[in-house]
C-alpha cells in the first residue's frame, strides 16, 4: 500500500488558540465590569462607551464568538486534519479566515461601545460586518469540505458530521435573521417586523446556542475526550443517534423563548413540543461522552484536562436538562424574564464551552510544542477555582431569579400587588449580585492562571509549525453499497450526501413555523388605531437601540394577572407591526416599558434620564447625561428612515416624509415647552443660555438635543390602543 508523506499544520491552530485566550480575558472582564455596575451604577457615569446598555453586547459577542468561536475554531483544525490524514485544504484560505474573523471582532469591539448595533441578541452587529460574517464563515465552509474532499480516510468520523452541520446550519441562520434594508453605512433595519421579527430572531437565537456553542462543541467532545482518555468513544451507535436527532429536533425550540408572548399559540406551542424532546439527544450525548471515560476514573482525578472535560460534559447535561424544563409553560411563567434565565446561560456558557475550552488548550499546545504542560497543579487550581466560580456565579442568580418572581406575582388580601413599586424587587437582589461578582472573578482568576501556564509551556518547549505525518492514499471503491455496510457506514463515505441530508434535517423545522407566520397575515392580525412612529418619535426609538435600552425593559406584556396589574393591559400582535426591529426584551432588570407612554409627564423623563435616582431612589440604572449635551440632534437621515420603513410596508406618505423636518421641530418644541413646567429646568435652562453667551458659543436649543427625541419615543409607547384603566 502506497504510503504518503504530508504535514499538518499547526500554525492556524496556534493562531487560534492564542486568540481565544486573549479575547476570554476580555470577554470575561467585560462581564466582570458588568456584574460590579449592578453593585456601583454610576462608576461610569457621563462615559457612554462605557454604560451598560452598550458594553452588555460587547461582553456576549466577545465571549461567544471571540473566545469560544477562536476555540472553536483551533479544535476543529487541528483534531480535522488529523481525523482526515491530510494538511487542511488551502493556508491561504486558513489565513484569511483567521485574520477575517479577528477583524470582525475587532469592528464589534469598536462599533458595540458606540451604540452602532441592531439590537437583536447575539446578532448586534451591523450590515457590513454581517456581510463579512458571511463571507468569512464561507472561507471555513470552503476549508473545512475541500479537506474533507482531499482527505486519506475514507470514513468521516462522527466529529466531522457535527462539523458539518455547524458550517451549513449557522449560514442559514445567519443570512435570514440578517437580512435588513440598509440606511446608511452604519444603520439599518430589519426587513422582519414584530412578531414576526421576534420569531426569527429567536429561530436564530436559540440556534445560535445550538449551532455555534453546542454542536461543534459536542464534535470537539467526540475526539478530544477519547484521545485524552486515551479509550474509544463508549458507543458509535449512541453517535449516529445523537446527531441526526439533535439536529432535527434543535432548530424547532426557538420560540420557547417567546411563550406567552404576542406569538401565535401554534407556534408557542410547536416550540415546547420540540424542547421537551431535546432532552433524549441531549442527554445521549452527555452519556456518551462520560460513559468514555468509565474504567479510567483514577486518570481523571490526576489529569487536569480531564477534570475539564468531566465538568464540562456535566454543565452541558445541566443546561440540557434545564432548557427543556424552562420551555414548559408553567416553568417558563415563573422564569422568564428573571435573573434564573442569566444562570442557566451562564451554566452553559462557562462550564460547557469555557471548560471544554481549557482542556483544549491545556491538551493541544503542550503536544505542538513538544513538551509537557508546565504546571499541572495551577492547571488543577485553575480547575477548583473556575469550578467555584462557576457554583459563586450560578447559584446567587437561581436564588436571584425565584426572589424576583416570587415577588413580582405577590397580591395583599386586598387584591393589590404586594410589592407595587418595581424597585423593591431590585433592592432585595444585591446580595445575590455581590456574591455573581465574586464568582465572576475567581473565574477570571483562573484565566489569567492559564495565561502565565501556558506562556511557561511554550518557553519551555519547542514549536512545530508544520508537523510531519504519513498515511496510505486513499483507494478508489464502489460508490454503491458495499457487502455488509451499514446504510450509514456507506453515508460517512459520502460527504456531499451527507450534508444535503443534514441540511434538510435543519430546513425541515424552520420552514414549518417561520414560512406561515411570515405569509399567513391571518396570523398577525392589524389593528387599526396601530400608526406609523412619527418622525421624532423613530429618531427616539433609535436612540432607545443605541443606548441598549432593550437589555433592561422589556416591551412585552404577558397575560398574568400580576404583569397586567402592575404594567397595564397585555400586548397584541397587532401594536408592533411597524416595529423594526422589535424590542420585547429578554431581561427585566427594570420595568416593562410597553404601556409607558402618559404614565409620567415629560418633566419626569428628563430628570429620570439625568439622574435615574432622583425619581426612584435606590435604582441601579445609569445616568445617560450625554443625551444632554449641548449639541444638536442630526436628523439628516430622517427622511431616508422614512423611505426606508416605508420600503418595508410602513405606511408613510410622501407628504409625511417631505414634511418630517417640520414634524420633528413642531414635537419637539411642544416637549420643550412641558419642560418649563418645572421652575429648576427653566432657571438651569437659563444659566447654561448665559454660561454659553459669556464664552461667545451657540446655544442650542433643547428641542434640538438628543433627549427630547427619546422623551418622544417613550411618551408614545403602548398609547394607540386606548384602554380602560
Known amino acids: ?60 459577542n466577545a465571549v461567544i464568538f471571540a473566545f469560544v468561536g477562536n476555540a472553536m475554531f483551533a479544535g476543529i483544525y487541528y483534531s480535522l486534519q488529523r481525523l482526515l ?186 416550540g415546547v413540543v420540540f424542547s421537551v424532546m431535546l432532552i433524549a439527544p441531549s442527554w445521549g450525548g452527555m452519556i456518551n461522552g462520560l460513559l468514555t471515560l468509565r474504567g479510567v476514573w483514577d486518570k481523571v482525578r490526576e489529569e487536569p484536562v480531564l477534570k475539564f472535560f468531566v465538568v464540562a460534559i456535566t454543565g452541558y447535561g445541566m443546561a440540557t436538562f434545564e432548557g427543556p424544563m424552562l420551555s414548559l409553560k408553567n416553568v417558563n411563567a415563573i422564569a422568564h424574564f428573571t435573573d434564573w434565565i442569566i444562570a442557566h446561560v451562564h451554566v452553559g456558557a462557562l462550564a460547557w464551552n469555557g471548560f471544554m475550552s481549557f482542556g483544549i488548550i491545556y491538551w493541544v499546545i503542550p503536544r505542538m510544542m513538544k513538551t509537557e504542560l508546565f504546571s499541572k497543579k495551577l492547571a488543577n487550581f485553575h480547575f477548583w477555582i473556575g469550578t467555584l466560580g462557576i457554583v459563586l456565579y450560578a447559584l446567587p442568580m437561581y436564588v436571584s431569579g425565584f426572589t424576583q418572581a416570587s415577588m413580582w406575582k405577590q397580591f395583599k388580601p386586598d387584591g393589590t400587588l404586594q410589592y407595587g413599586n418595581f424597585l423593591e424587587t431590585v433592592t432585595q437582589l444585591m446580595p445575590m449580585y455581590w456574591m455573581r461578582a465574586i464568582g465572576g ?174 425619581t426612584s431612589p435606590g435604582s441601579i440604572m445609569p445616568a445617560y447625561t450625554w443625551l444632554f449635551d449641548n449639541k444638536a440632534m442630526d436628523y439628516s437621515l430622517t427622511e431616508a428612515k422614512m423611505k426606508a420603513m416605508r420600503t418595508l410596508g410602513v405606511r408613510y406618505t410622501d407628504e409625511d416624509i417631505a414634511n418630517a423636518q417640520k414634524s420633528i421641530q413642531e414635537q419637539a418644541s411642544v416637549i420643550e415647552k412641558n419642560l418649563t413646567n418645572d421652575p429648576d429646568f427653566v432657571k438651569s435652562y437659563e444659566e447654561s443660555k448665559q454660561k454659553a453667551a459669556a464664552k461667545g458659543e451657540t446655544f442650542v436649543s433643547m428641542k434640538d438635543r438628543e433627549i427630547v427625541a427619546m422623551i418622544a419615543y417613550l411618551q408614545r409607547l403602548g398609547t394607540d390602543l386606548k384602554v380602560k384603566k
Not at 480575558?25 to 460590579?36: E, K, R, T, Y
Not at 462608576?43 to 462605557?50: A, D, E, K, M, R
Not at 435588513?180 to 426569527?200: R, T
Not at 423613530?538 to 404577558?558: A, F, K, P
Open 1 to 60: 500500500m502506497e504510503m504518503q508523506q504530508f504535514y499538518y499544520d499547526n500554525k492556524i491552530v496556534k493562531k487560534f488558540l492564542y486568540a481565544s485566550i486573549l479575547f476570554g480575558i476580555v470577554g470575561m472582564l467585560v462581564g466582570l465590569i458588568l456584574a460590579v455596575l449592578f453593585l456601583f451604577p454610576t462608576l461610569t457615569n457621563g462615559v457612554s462607551f462605557l454604560s451598560f446598555g452598550r458594553l452588555r453586547p460587547l461582553h456576549t
Open 85 to 270: 490524514k491530510a494538511r487542511l485544504f488551502s493556508d491561504f484560505l486558513s489565513n484569511l479566515h483567521f485574520w477575517g474573523w479577528q477583524l470582525i471582532i475587532v469592528a464589534a469591539a469598536v462599533t458595540l461601545p458606540l451604540g452602532i448595533t441592531t439590537s437583536k441578541e447575539y446578532a448586534e452587529l451591523e450590515w457590513p460586518i454581517d456581510i463579512a460574517i458571511a463571507l468569512i464563515w464561507v472561507v471555513f465552509g470552503i476549508n473545512m469540505i475541500g479537506t474533507i474532499l482531499k482527505r486519506r480516510e475514507r470514513h468521516l468520523y462522527v466529529a466531522i458530521w457535527f462539523y458539518i452541520a455547524t458550517f451549513v446550519t449557522v449560514a442559514v441562520l445567519h443570512i435570514f435573521n440578517s437580512l435588513e434594508i440598509p440606511v446608511s453605512g452604519l444603520k439599518s433595519y430589519s426587513v422582519y417586523a414584530g412578531v414576526q421579527d421576534a420569531l426569527v430572531q429567536w429561530w436564530y437565537g436559540h440556534n445560535a446556542v445550538a449551532f455555534f456553542l453546542t454542536t461543534p462543541f459536542l464534535g470537539l467532545m467526540y475526539y478530544f475526550v477519547p484521545k485524552a482518555a486515551n479509550r474509544p468513544v463508549y458507543s458509535y451507535r449512541l453517535s449516529i443517534i445523537h446527531f441526526w436527532s439533535l439536529i432535527f429536533l434543535y432548530i424547532w425550540a426557538g420560540p420557547h423563548h417567546l411563550l406567552y408572548s404576542a406569538l401565535p399559540d401554534w407556534a408557542q406551542n410547536l
Open 441 to 614: 472573578t475567581l473565574y477570571l482568576t483562573g484565566i489569567i492562571v492559564l495565561v502565565y501556564n501556558i506562556v511557561k509551556t511554550v518557553r519551555q518547549g519547542s514549536a512545530v509549525e508544520d508537523e510531519l505525518a504519513e498515511a496510505p492514499a486513499l483507494q478508489k471503491i464502489s460508490t454503491g453499497r458495499l457487502k455488509g455496510e451499514k446504510w450509514h457506514g456507506w453515508l460517512e463515505r459520502r460527504p456531499i450526501q451527507l450534508t444535503l441530508l443534514a441540511t434538510v434535517a435543519i430546513l425541515i423545522g424552520g420552514i414549518i413555523q417561520i414560512v406561515p407566520t411570515i405569509m399567513v397575515k391571518s396570523n398577525i392580525p392589524t389593528i387599526s388605531s396601530v400608526k406609523p412612529y412619527s418622525p421624532l418619535e423613530l429618531e427616539g426609538r433609535d436612540l432607545y437601540i443605541r443606548e441598549g435600552c432593550v437589555g433592561c425593559h422589556s416591551q412585552m406584556i404577558r397575560p398574568f394577572r400580576s404583569e397586567v396589574a402592575r404594567y397595564g393591559d397585555y400586548s397584541k400582535a397587532g401594536e408592533y407591526v411597524y416595529d423594526h426591529p422589535f424590542l420585547w426584551g429578554s431581561k427585566r432588570t427594570g420595568p416593562d416599558l410597553h404601556r409607558l407612554g402618559g404614565k409620567y409627564n415629560d418633566n419626569w423623563h428628563f430628570n429620570h434620564m439625568w439622574d435615574p435616582r432622583s
